[in-house]
Structure formats: structure tokens, C-alpha cells
């Protein structure tokens, strides 16, 4: 088992920034994929960020704002936030899993309003 818990989420004005952590614990060692989603209220979740060893991956809509970093000293994943916009307001969730299933394993997530 593998347990996640993010913390960092907050309430900030647009073009603030956030630092969100995803802290692992348990059988991390096959979590070669580490990813960050998110959902607003009324829409589907969605693809934010991911880190395969030394690669990271974005949606379009984070690209140049987002950075998505990885700790292996410390079990965390990070995602930075830069010019945080409100449509970016939502719950972000963390997600860990193998090369087979990239999202087995997801945390609770935690809340990011961006006022105007």
C-alpha cells in the first residue's frame, strides 16, 4: 500500500503563487509515476502534471506557469504555481502508481482558490 497526503493548498489572489506537497509513505518504491490532477465543482478531473524520473509532462493549460518536482530524499512530490489564475481553482489531487497503472494510488487532495 502506498498512502498520499497533500498539503499547501490555500486561498490566494490572482497572480499569487503556491507550493503544493505530495507527501508519500509506505511501498513507494515502484511509484515511478507521480502526478498531480485537479477538479472543479461541475467538471470532470483533470491532467496537470506528471514525473517519470527525470521528465515532466503538463497540460496545456499549466504549461510555463507549473513546475511539477520530485524529492526522492523526502517521499514528496512538489507542484509549484505561478500565476495562479481563478479558473485555476479547484482540488488538486496527488496520484502515484507503476509504469502499468500510472494512478493507482490517489490522496484526498487539497483545496486552491485563486480570488480575483
Known amino acids: 500500500q502506498v498512502q498520499l497526503v497533500e498539503s499547501g493548498g490555500g486561498l490566494v489572489q490572482a497572480g499569487g503563487s503556491l507550493r503544493l506537497a505530495c507527501a508519500t509513505s509506505?511501498?513507494?518504491?515502484?511509484?515511478?509515476?507521480m502526478s498531480w490532477y485537479r477538479q472543479a465543482p461541475g467538471k470532470e478531473r483533470e491532467f496537470v502534471a506528471s514525473?517519470?524520473?527525470?521528465?515532466?509532462y503538463y497540460g496545456d493549460s499549466v504549461k510555463g506557469r507549473f513546475t511539477i518536482s520530485r524529492e526522492n530524499t523526502e517521499n514528496t512530490v512538489y507542484l509549484q504555481m505561478n500565476n495562479l489564475k481563478p479558473d485555476d481553482s479547484a482540488v488538486y489531487y496527488c496520484?502515484?502508481?507503476?509504469?502499468?497503472?500510472?494512478?493507482?494510488?490517489w490522496g484526498q487532495g487539497t483545496q486552491v482558490t485563486v480570488s480575483l
Open positions: 514525473v517519470r524520473g527525470s521528465r515532466a
Open positions: 509506505g511501498r513507494t518504491l515502484l511509484m515511478v509515476h
Open positions: 496520484a502515484a502508481g507503476t509504469t502499468l497503472d500510472p494512478t493507482q494510488y
